[in-house]
C-alpha cells in the first residue's frame, strides 16, 4: 500500500528534487519591486499606500465592502470575536478539527470553546448534528442561547472552511438566526474559494490568514471582510491603538490593540494578490492530477470539493475510507523516508491538554477522521506546470 501511495503522488509531482515540502510559497511577480518600493520610501510601518491599497483589493477579490488587514489571523479572529460582542465566559461553537488558532482566538477573548462535531462530506462543522446538539443542550434567556450543562451563554459559532473546502455556510446561517449567535468564519484557509458562484468573503464577516504557508502569504498578516460600515470603522480604530485623528496629538478613546499589518508585509501581500487567480488554476489542476493517480487505489481517495462550491484546493487531501491501525504512521514514516514531506491534520483541540476538558458534543467522527487524514505536497509550484 505505501509503495502504491509513493507511485501515485510521484506520477503527480514529479520524480526529480527532494525533499518537497507540504507547502511553500512562491515569489515570481512584484514582490521584490513593492517591497523594495517601501523600502525606498522609508514608509516601512504600519502607515503606507500598500495597506490601504492591500485592504481595497483584497475586499475586491472576496466580494466584501470592507477589509481591515491586522498581523496575523489569529489576532483578526481574537479581535472580531471580541468587538462582535462575544463577552468574558460567554461560550463559542467551534470544530475540534481545525488549527488551533481558532480555539486560541475564542480563549484570547476570554471565552471559552465549545467543540462541536464535524461533517465528513466538508470536513467542516455538521449542521445537521449541530442543531441535534443544541436542542439537546441548550436552552433559551432572554432571547439567548444558554448551555444547559454550564448556565454559561452560547454566543457565537466559527465555522472552518478546511484546507479551502467551503463548508455549509447557508445551513450554519440558519442555525445562528434561530439559535441568536453571533457567526464569524474562519476562513483563513479559503482564500478564493466560492459558494454558489459567491467568494468566501461576501457572506458575512470572515477572516483571513496570509502566513507563509497559505494559498498567498505576506510573511505573517491577516485580515478581516465584512459588509457592515460600522463594524469596519470600529475595527480600524481598535486595531490601531484607537487613537483619535489629529494632526500632532496623541489621544487615544479606548483600551486598543497594535494590531495593524505593516506596510512592508502589505506591499508583499499587494503583489501576491496579483498572482492569485494562477495560484487557484495551479492548486485546482494539481488536485484534478491527485485525483486522477489515486483513482485507482481502494480505499483511498482525494477529498474534493463540496457539491455548489469551488474549493482553492489549500492542501490537497488522502482520506482512507475506514481506520487502518497504524496506516496513518506508518504511510506518513515511508513518505518521510521518500523525502515526501506529508503531514497528518491536526491532533482534534479537545484533546490537547488545555482543551481537554471544555464543553464538546460527540467527536467521534472527528477523532476517526483524525486516524484517517493525510494531506499532500500542495505548493502552488508543483501545479504550475499543468496550467
Ligand atoms: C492559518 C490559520 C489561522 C490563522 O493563523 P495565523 O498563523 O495566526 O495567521 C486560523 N485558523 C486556521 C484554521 C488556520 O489554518
Not at 18 to 45: D, M, T
Not at 264 to 283: D, F, H, V, W
Request: glycine share 6%.
Amino acid at each position: 500500500m505505501n509503495n502504491q501511495i509513493i507511485s501515485a503522488i510521484k506520477k503527480v509531482i514529479g520524480d526529480e528534487s527532494r525533499p518537497v515540502a507540504l507547502h511553500e510559497p512562491l515569489f515570481c511577480g512584484n514582490e521584490e519591486k513593492y517591497v523594495a518600493s517601501c523600502i525606498s520610501s522609508g514608509w516601512v510601518s504600519s502607515v503606507g499606500e500598500f495597506v490601504d491599497r492591500f485592504e481595497r483589493e483584497l475586499a475586491g477579490v472576496c466580494g466584501a465592502k470592507y477589509a481591515v488587514a491586522v498581523v496575523n489571523g489569529t489576532c483578526a479572529l481574537h479581535v472580531v470575536l471580541a468587538v462582535s460582542g462575544v463577552q468574558p465566559n460567554d461560550e463559542v461553537l467551534v470544530p475540534s478539527l481545525t488549527f488551533v488558532a481558532t480555539a486560541n482566538s475564542v480563549s484570547h477573548a476570554s471565552a471559552i470553546p465549545h467543540f462541536v462535531e464535524v461533517e465528513e462530506n466538508s470536513l467542516g462543522i455538521c449542521p445537521i448534528k449541530l442543531e441535534q446538539y443544541l436542542q439537546k443542550i441548550a436552552t433559551t434567556k432572554n432571547g439567548f442561547t444558554v448551555n444547559k450543562n454550564t448556565g454559561r451563554v452560547i454566543r457565537a459559532i466559527v465555522p472552518v472552511h478546511v484546507f479551502g473546502h467551503p463548508c455549509q455556510l447557508e445551513n450554519l446561517q440558519k442555525i445562528a438566526d434561530k439559535y441568536n449567535l453571533i457567526l464569524i468564519e474562519d476562513a483563513t484557509e479559503a482564500l478564493g474559494s466560492k459558494i454558489g458562484g459567491k467568494p468566501v468573503g461576501s457572506h458575512g464577516v470572515a477572516v483571513l490568514s496570509f502566513n507563509g504557508n497559505k494559498i498567498i502569504t505576506t510573511g505573517g498578516g491577516g485580515a478581516i471582510l465584512m459588509q457592515d460600515e460600522a463594524l469596519y470603522k470600529k475595527l480600524k480604530h481598535l486595531t490601531t491603538t484607537a487613537k483619535k485623528p489629529h494632526q500632532f496629538a496623541f489621544e487615544h478613546d479606548a483600551v486598543a490593540w497594535n494590531y495593524r499589518l505593516p506596510n512592508l508585509n502589505a506591499a508583499l501581500g499587494s503583489a501576491q494578490l496579483e498572482q492569485l487567480p494562477r495560484y487557484i488554476a495551479a492548486k485546482c489542476a494539481l488536485a484534478q492530477r491527485y485525483i486522477e493517480a489515486f483513482k485507482n487505489i481502494s480505499g483511498l481517495n482525494i477529498l474534493q470539493e463540496p457539491e455548489n462550491t469551488k474549493s482553492n484546493y489549500w492542501l490537497v487531501t488522502l482520506v482512507n475510507d475506514k481506520v487502518d491501525k497504524n496506516w496513518r504512521d506508518d504511510t506518513l514514516s515511508a513518505l518521510h523516508e521518500a523525502k515526501i514531506l506529508c503531514r497528518p491534520t491536526w491532533t482534534p483541540l479537545h484533546l490537547l491538554p488545555m482543551y481537554k476538558d471544555n464543553p464538546r458534543a460527540d467527536l467521534q467522527l472527528t477523532e476517526n477522521l483524525h486516524k484517517r487524514i493525510i494531506s499532500l505536497p500542495s505548493s502552488v509550484k508543483l501545479g504550475l506546470e499543468y496550467v
